[in-house]
């Protein structure tokens, strides 16, 4: 069965630090898709990226970038010069392959930044 | 482009009386889904439709839950009789359709406390 772990459940850091959120994930397939997912205090969950199990290139989106390590099974997320509108819960999901488009959430890192 | 629409946002019960939750998904979208998120945890899907069939309910609590879509666009989830460890927001999502891989949009949550 997939499971997804965010082993850090509270980070603070101070504007304009950078961050690292980290997930790792387990799966049997070979194929499978991984999200990031931000939920701030309105309770939104709001889609930031999804990446194939094939295509392990880095990506920078802003100040946002995802490192995908298939060998490690993780696909951290850093902010850079991070922003108190950063401050909220951020998510890692997984959804394997013919699995119908279901997705399994990690537990969630809350993030504060502080001026 | 509207989002997912859910209401209402909040709702405050007892123990044992009944209430429902509504969603409208994003047009043309053919894959609605009710997450139930408790605090602290990250979702965990109770149902899944394609157009206006059931997909997958195996996590759905059939003794108290039901959620139909009887049109294929909008969505109702109701629980009856409620207990307490239903206090929990309910995330209603959708995507256009339920191949892997197709990201998933959320709506803002409908809050529930059972007292």
């Known amino acids: 069965a997939q499971k997804v772990t965010q082993a850090q459940t509270e980070i603070s850091v101070v504007e304009k630090e950078d961050v690292t959120l980290d997930c790792v994930y387990e799966t049997r397939d070979t194929t499978y898709y991984l999200f990031w997912y931000k939920q701030p205090p309105s309770g939104e969950l709001v889609f930031l990226i999804r990446r194939n199990s094939f295509d392990e290139q880095n990506e920078i989106s802003g100040r946002y970038s995802w490192n995908f390590q298939k060998s490690t099974s993780s696909f951290n997320f850093t902010i850079t010069a991070s922003q108190v509108v950063d401050s909220a819960v951020y998510f890692c999901?997984?959804?394997?392959f013919g699995g119908g488009n279901k997705l399994t959430f990690g537990t969630g890192t809350q993030l504060k930044v502080e001026l | 482009e509207a989002g997912v629409a859910q209401s209402p946002r909040y709702k405050i019960i007892e123990k044992r009386q009944s209430v429902a939750f509504w969603c409208n998904p994003i047009?043309?979208?053919?894959?609605l889904y009710w997450y139930q998120q408790i605090l602290g945890q990250g979702p965990k899907l109770l149902i899944q439709?394609?157009?206006?069939?059931?997909?997958?309910d195996s996590q759905l609590p059939k003794d108290r839950f039901s959620a139909e879509r009887l049109k294929g666009v909008d969505s109702t989830l109701k629980i009856q009789p409620a207990k307490l460890e239903d206090s929990a927001v309910y995330l209603c999502?959708?995507?256009?359709?339920?191949?892997?891989?197709?990201?998933?949009?959320f709506g803002e949550g409908s809050w529930l406390t059972v007292v």
């Open positions: 439709f394609q157009n206006n069939g059931v997909v997958d």
């Open positions: 047009s043309g979208h053919a894959t």
């Open positions: 999901a997984l959804s394997e």
């Open positions: 999502a959708s995507s256009a359709t339920y191949t892997s891989g197709n990201t998933i949009y």
